[in-house]
């Protein structure tokens, strides 16, 4: 089940890669765009891509779907994984709060157990693991497991390191460093 949900995921994000090749637009751009008209219905709403900007039905489809996951369900998904762990929150906060300063074209989504983290390419993610630590799964190929940088353990191939983090002051200058160069190669 695991493998269909990170297959499910890579989908997605192939696809959210594509949209501007594919669609003219990134998917903030469609989002936007969409947050403008007021449709009844998913299937209106597709209808409308389709026919007044030549979308196809699939990328018409997955916009509209991810259109619909306004910012009260996406913190719902946020919430929900912090239940029982409310004292790991403010180190997600701080997380956000320093990757946001890296870039505009950050898409940040979040899903059941964890909070990925996109450029063209899914970057970084942040994970509740436990109730006492956050795991901070980055992408960083080639580079040796160093320090607190280890491998990427649970997270498998959606990652190639992991930085643990129990405390706010573990969200120090060489964990922004990590997620900068992660950042960085993710183009």
Known sequence: MNQKVDDM??????????????????????????????????SMAVNFLKTEHGV??????TIVTLSKGNNDSLDDLVSNQYI??????????????????????IVITPKKGSVSLIRKRQF???KPATKTRIDLGLKL?????????????????????RIQLKSLSDVDSEVINWISKAY???V
């Open 9 to 42: 995921d890579k989908a997605l994000q192939t696809m959210i890669e594509n949209m501007p090749e594919k669609t003219g637009k990134k998917l903030e751009e469609w989002i936007q765009l969409l947050g403008k008209e007021n449709f009844e219905k998913h």
């Open 141 to 161: 190929k080639g580079i040796e497991v160093q320090g607190r940088l280890e491998d990427s353990g649970p997270f498998g191939t959606m990652c190639t390191h």
């Open 84 to 105: 029982g762990k409310e004292l790991l929150k403010p180190i997600y906060e701080m997380l956000l709060c320093e990757i946001k300063k890296l870039g505009e074209d």
């Open 56 to 61: 196809t039905h699939g990328f018409a489809n």
């Open 184 to 186: 960085a190669t993710s």
């Open 124 to 126: 970084a993610l942040i």
